[in-house]
């Protein structure tokens, strides 16, 4: 069992990534496929996140904000991956990149 995390890819540019967690390999990508923005992307991959990564709940993984209902930033968040830390990426950051 581990997490994994899923990425869709349209026109060569990451269009969405998700995280499905603790399922087996096999689990995770039927699981993946469940979901319509993966059976309709260009491509899409599958990573297994390990084990030493941060889940720091409902932060931004690049300016630390709450992102959390009632924050003014819960709609408009994306799942957020960088090498130590797994949470969220508020919409001000999502403008920057």
């Keep these: 069992?581990?997490?994994w995390k899923i990425t869709t890819y349209r026109e060569e540019q990451v269009a969405?990534?998700?995280?499905?967690?603790?399922?087996t390999e096999r689990?995770?990508?039927k699981e993946a496929m469940m979901w319509l923005e993966v059976r309709t992307a260009d491509d899409w991959t599958m990573t297994e996140l390990p084990g030493d990564i941060e889940d720091i709940g409902e932060r931004c993984t690049h300016c630390g904000c709450d992102c959390s209902f009632g924050s003014g930033r819960f709609v408009d968040r994306v799942s957020s991956f960088t090498a130590s830390m797994r949470g969220y990426l508020c919409p001000e950051?999502?403008?920057i990149e």
């Design 16 to 23: 969405v990534m998700f995280t499905i967690e603790n399922r």
């Design 1 to 3: 069992m581990a997490d």
């Design 93 to 95: 950051c999502q403008e």
């Design 27 to 29: 689990e995770a990508a």
